[in-house]
């Protein structure tokens, strides 16, 4: 979400007459978009904006802006905090942002715009042809969050849900489509809820329109949350040949007594179910999620249920975190503190259990042959300044269950055709790591068809 906003701010800026620049040292507004879902998040933008102060000593005619979830939080705080900062912009104020820039411009005045409303009028710029093009683009469809989980600060920094026009998203979509992209992620708190309150659309209408969008071969969303996760959703995965063999199902706990108090209402049991039924209907479907050790009041007995939730679920992958306190939410008033070291171990437990499953998920994959969308030089490459693809050329992409493939464009027989961005390759998988399969491509799809799963493939 924070990428996609951080494009929008570009897209503003733009509209000032601005540019972007590769280089920090160049610029001449430095707009930093933060993020305060964990403490650490957050200290981590504190202390990038601190090393802006020499920055600022040297070119007194720096503008430095801190925008998102950690000036939404602070608001004035952060200009006392930080001396060299000109402007704090909240998470509603991104529409705003030229008008505010030209008054620092003319003024040299700091300024704090974090005003938010009940209602937002989403901001929906007029989609623009973006000045780069990858494959692969996220799209908001909603923002804020009705919830309330106890750890969460998003509902304070974000504000009430609310849902973007479908025409607005999907001329959006058609705009990225037009200039290139084939993949797109639908982006909200909890995608189940689109469109509810507003009377719009369902979500599952939705990606039916998203998906009668020419030239998009795919499409991913996050996140659904298992409360409302339901089997009109399931049954969309079957219906909807564009939608990936993937879903992000974030659980937190696996202890009924910890979920009551993080207020996810659901249970184990629920959940277990939830995930029994979508593996019925979609049996190749890679599920990941996110966990929280240490939230407070957890006993070993507590952490031993998501220990065993783990085993029956069997994640393809799983994002944990060490709970910690944000500002607003309730379960930083919350008595029995886990300590850190404690919250470390159990962090530690959890990877390592974790790992023997994305390892197991991986190297089911060996010697089937994966469809991917080629999105890029792999990492290394593309950091070593290598500009022109060629035979040596490692590539990168990502199967409809989401994962990361690399191969070298060599391998492929007859290899004088091209592999270019958003080209579908069929790549054998050789070798399963704990982060990336490898292979080797064997062919490339001439159309756009087929782009979703082992299924698609015809040799
Ligand atoms: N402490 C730790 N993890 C958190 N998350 C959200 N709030 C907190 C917190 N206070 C995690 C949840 C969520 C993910 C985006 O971040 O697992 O799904
Ligand atoms: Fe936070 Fe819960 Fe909303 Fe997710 S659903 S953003 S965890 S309050």
């Known amino acids: 979400m924070n990428v996609y906003d951080s494009e929008l701010i570009a897209i503003q800026m733009a509209t000032s007459g601005y540019q972007q620049t590769p280089s920090l040292e160049k610029a001449d507004l430095v707009i930093l978009n933060t993020c305060t879902i964990r403490a650490k998040a957050e200290q981590k933008a504190f202390s990038f904006l601190g090393r802006l102060a020499r920055m600022k000593k040297k070119k007194p005619g720096l503008i430095v802006g801190v925008g998102g979830c950690v000036a939404q939080q602070e608001g004035a705080k952060i200009l006392k905090r930080v001396p060299h900062l000109d402007l704090v912009?909240?998470?509603?104020?991104?529409?705003?942002?030229?008008?505010?820039?030209?008054?620092i411009e003319a003024k040299?005045?700091?300024?704090?715009?974090?005003?938010?409303?009940?209602?937002?009028?989403?901001?929906?710029?007029?989609?623009?042809?973006?000045?780069?093009?990858?494959?692969a683009r996220f799209v908001t469809i909603m923002r804020g969050c009705d919830n309330f989980c106890t750890y969460c600060v998003v509902p304070y920094v974000r504000g009430r849900e609310s849902s973007r026009h479908p025409d607005n998203i999907i001329n959006e979509i058609k705009t990225f489509v037009d200039s290139g992209v084939k993949e797109v992620?639908?982006?909200?708190?909890?995608?189940?809820?689109?469109?509810?309150?507003?009377g719009l659309l369902s979500f599952t209408e939705l990606l039916a329109r998203v998906q009668r969008i020419e030239g998009l071969l795919r499409i991913r969303f996050t996140t659904s949350h298992p409360k409302d996760f339901d089997q009109e959703l399931i049954n969309a995965f079957q219906a909807n040949d564009k939608l990936c063999n993937h879903i992000h199902l974030p659980v937190q706990s696996g202890s009924n007594r910890i979920l009551k108090r993080m207020n996810r209402k659901y249970t184990k049991d629920q959940y277990l179910d939830k995930v029994a039924k979508l593996r019925d209907t979609c049996p190749e479907i890679a599920i990941t999620s996110d966990m929280i050790v240490g939230f407070p009041g957890e006993s070993d007995a507590d952490f031993n249920e998501t220990l065993d939730l783990m085993r029956k679920v069997e994640f393809d992958g799983l994002f944990a975190f060490m709970y910690s306190d944000r500002p607003n939410a309730p379960a930083t008033r919350f008595k029995a503190k886990i300590s850190e070291p404690q919250k470390s171990e159990r962090l530690q437990i959890l990877l390592e259990l974790q790992e023997t499953y994305t390892k197991k998920k991986n190297e089911a994959l060996i010697g089937s042959i994966q469809p991917i969308i080629a999105e890029g030089f792999s990492k290394k490459q593309?950091?070593?300044?290598?500009?022109?693809?060629?035979?040596?050329?490692?590539?990168?992409?990502?199967?409809?269950?989401?994962?990361?493939?690399?191969?070298?464009?060599?391998?492929?027989?007859?290899?004088?055709?091209?592999?270019f961005p958003g080209k579908i390759v069929h790549v054998q998988i050789d070798k399963a790591y704990a982060h990336s399969l490898w292979g080797k491509p064997v062919e490339i799809e001439p159309t756009a068809e087929?782009?979703?799963?082992?299924k698609s493939y015809a040799a």
């Open 89 to 103: 912009f909240g998470t509603q104020a991104i529409e705003r942002l030229p008008a505010l820039i030209n008054k």
């Open 108 to 135: 040299r005045c700091r300024i704090v715009d974090v005003a938010m409303s009940e209602n937002p009028d989403l901001f929906d710029p007029a989609p623009t042809e973006r000045n780069h093009s990858p494959v």
């Open 185 to 198: 992620t639908l982006l909200g708190q909890n995608v189940n809820s689109y469109g509810k309150k507003e």
């Open 382 to 419: 593309s950091s070593g300044g290598l500009d022109e693809p060629n035979q040596a050329t490692q590539w990168t992409g990502r199967t409809s269950t989401n994962k990361i493939v690399n191969f070298y464009h060599g391998d492929l027989p007859g290899s004088c055709v091209d592999i």
């Open 450 to 454: 087929g782009s979703k799963g082992e």
